[in-house]
């Protein structure tokens, strides 16, 4: 098994493993600290205009289009509501 480690490959993905898992908690540590997606809202309204466009340009049927759409209106709606409280 030790072999196995003396690769200077497997030497490499072991350490592109370490890296990248150490990047995946920075990434959560930050969201945690920030309090989590501060600008879900806006995330949310730039989702809903690339879905727009993707179906304007044939991407998505209309089925598809109008189901996303619809859960991404409540998903604004409920954080409309929510900041509404908070204010």
Do not use: C
Request: hydrophobic residues 45%; charged residues 25%; proline residues 1%.
């Amino acid at each position: 098994m030790t072999e196995l480690f003396r690769h200077p490959l497997s030497q490499a993905a072991l350490w592109f493993a370490v890296i990248f898992a150490l990047l995946a908690l920075a990434v959560v540590a930050l969201r945690k600290w920030r309090g989590g997606s501060s600008d879900a809202q806006g995330d949310a309204q730039d989702l809903l205009t690339k879905f727009q466009e993707l179906h304007g340009r044939g991407g998505l049927s209309d089925d598809e289009y109008r189901t996303i759409k619809t859960k991404l209106a409540r998903q604004l709606n409920a954080e409309l509501n929510n900041s509404d409280q908070t204010s």
